[in-house]
């Protein structure tokens, strides 16, 4: 059984990071990974260390074109069987995972036909992977809910502000509201320090947030960043790779 991890918060919270890291912790214990960068402001690829990545949205606009062409130059051509291929051409096979980015949301004009076939591809093609990790939009993606119908844990990552729990909180309201396709959620505060732990965790407490993980503010991160390394480079000591081992034994892997 496939296991599907979304990842959403409050923006600039840490989401991406948290992806590239849980994707280079479950990689490394040799599980088949799909990643899936599903924010339209394309991040993790460049987080990962991958670059000049081939989005689905491009495949969208060149099949959505090929549908409005005129019948003539239209000849009875399989839609379905030319965006699936489309679709695994793009894939990035990366040394212990692929990558799959969506790139920018669809032009004007009703794109329902190509992402009702998309999200029959990604169905069948999810399949074949042990976990699929998204990095997905700030807010409760949008984006990524078009095209992948069940989620079976949603993290919700925070950073150590009020207002990233807050949003938090109406993600975890807003899935118990709706009949919604998510098993579990989960929260991971991130760029922890010692001065605000111990708030942070009445916080947590207070909000009713299944909090998974605290990832300390780690500067092994900030320094990388700063000298434009991937951070699926980190050292398996830095205080927040650490974590993250934790964290996933948390999450029952
Ligand atoms: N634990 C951490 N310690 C130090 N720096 C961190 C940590 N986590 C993330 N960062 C840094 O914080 C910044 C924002 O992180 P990231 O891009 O992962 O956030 P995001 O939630 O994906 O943002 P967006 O909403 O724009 O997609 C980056 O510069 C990243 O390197
Ligand atoms: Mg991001």
């Known amino acids: 059984m496939t296991r599907v991890i979304a990842i959403t918060g409050k923006g600039g919270t840490g989401k991406t990071a948290v992806a590239a890291l849980l994707i ?13 960068d599903a924010d339209a402001d ?21 099949l959505q074109a090929e549908i409005t062409k005129p019948k003539p130059d239209n000849p009875d051509m399989n839609k379905e ?13 990366m040394p212990g995972y692929d990558l799959l980015v969506m790139g920018r949301p669809e032009g ?13 591809i990604m169905d069948k093609l ?5 976990v699929v990790i998204i990095d997905a939009e700030a807010g409760l ?17 925070t950073d150590a502000s009020r207002r990233g729990f807050r949003t938090a909180e109406r993600i975890r309201e807003l899935v118990e509201e709706l009949d919604s396709n998510i098993g579990r959620i989960h929260v991971i505060a991130n760029k922890v320090t ?5 708030e942070l965790i009445k916080l947590a407490e207070d909000l009713k947030l299944n909090m998974i993980g605290m990832i300390p503010l780690d500067p092994k991160i900030e320094e990388m960043d700063i000298k434009g390394i991937p951070l699926f480079k980190i050292p398996d000591d830095s205080i927040a790779a650490v974590e993250i081992e ?8």
Not at 109 to 120: A, I, K
Not at 141 to 155: A, G, Q, T, V
Not at 246 to 253: A, R
């Open 24 to 36: 280079r912790y479950l990689s490394k214990k040799g599980k088949f990974l799909l990643a899936v």
């Open 42 to 62: 394309t991040n993790l690829p460049e987080t990962l260390g991958c670059e000049d990545v081939k989005t689905v949205g491009e495949v969208k606009e060149y």
């Open 81 to 93: 069987s030319i965006l699936k291929s489309k679709v695994y051409e793009i894939i990035e096979e």
């Open 108 to 120: 004007s004009g009703c794109y329902c036909y190509v992402n009702n076939l998309l999200r029959g």
């Open 126 to 130: 999810i399949t074949n992977y042990d």
């Open 141 to 157: 993606e949008h984006f990524s809910r078009k095209i992948i119908r069940d989620i079976d844990d949603l993290i919700v990552v």
């Open 194 to 198: 010692d001065a605000n732990r111990e």
């Open 246 to 253: 934790s964290i996933v034994k948390k999450l029952g892997f």
